[in-house]
């Protein structure tokens, strides 16, 4: 069983639509959890982290974790173009060893 | 501030040579970790470096991958002789801290023929 395991979608959506990302975990030892962006040809640039069950929001971004199910979710509200690119959930081990879902593609489409 | 940066961008060699990579971290950042995302699936660790000291190598395949980072600067990833199943993108990412976050560079895209 993957530590991490995300639907590699892709997913197309209308420009302003609401996306929903979400990833589960089997680890219980993770202690926080990241959401990384990946345009195209790029590295992953770190989106949102949070440490424990709940939600925190930054700007159009919701992360949110639910720990007794053990499950993750990333909320884009009014999504734009802008934000087409591969989604990654990730959950550190102690050693702050990442582990990654295989991504999930997001098209918003104009 | 410079972000973390890799050379070469891409790489094509052919079974059996050898290739280094490279991997400039970000300033001051005493923590380095490489990855590898083979094609279809997901980004997977290969080890972690605290300065110049393998921190945690769980994640090397085998002997034929070397990574160092001499004088706990930059660091790089040999890998020799090369096999196909090492095509792939290489990725390193450097932290201020262990638990601290993780800034990654561009990739490395190799291509073993």
């Known amino acids: 069983q993957k530590e991490v395991e995300q639907d590699p979608g892709p997913l197309s959506v209308p420009e302003g639509a609401i996306v929903s990302l979400n990833c589960t975990y089997s680890?219980?030892?993770?202690?926080?959890f990241m959401w990384y962006r990946q345009y195209s040809r790029k590295g992953p640039e770190l989106l949102m982290y949070t440490y424990s069950s709940g939600n925190k929001e930054d700007g159009r971004f919701t992360a949110q974790v639910d720990k007794s199910s053990k499950y993750i979710s990333l909320f884009i509200r009014d999504s734009q173009p802008s934000d087409s690119a591969t989604y990654l959930c990730a959950g550190p081990n102690t050693g702050n060893q990442f582990y990654f879902g295989t991504g999930t593609s997001l098209t918003v489409i104009p | 501030e410079a972000g973390v940066t890799q050379f070469p961008s891409h790489s094509v060699i052919e079974k059996g040579q050898t290739v280094t990579l490279r991997c400039d971290p970000i300033s001051g950042h005493d923590n380095l970790y490489w990855y590898r995302r083979v094609m279809g699936k997901e980004i997977k660790f290969l080890l972690h470096f605290v300065k110049e000291s393998k921190q945690d190598e769980s994640g090397m395949p085998n002997n034929r991958f070397l990574a160092e980072r001499t004088g706990g600067t930059y660091s790089t990833l040999k890998v020799q002789p090369a096999e196909l199943e090492d095509s792939g993108v290489y990725f390193c990412a450097s932290s201020l801290s262990r638990q601290g976050t993780q800034y990654f560079g561009p990739g490395t895209r190799l291509t073993v023929l």
């Open positions: 680890n219980s030892a993770f202690q926080y």
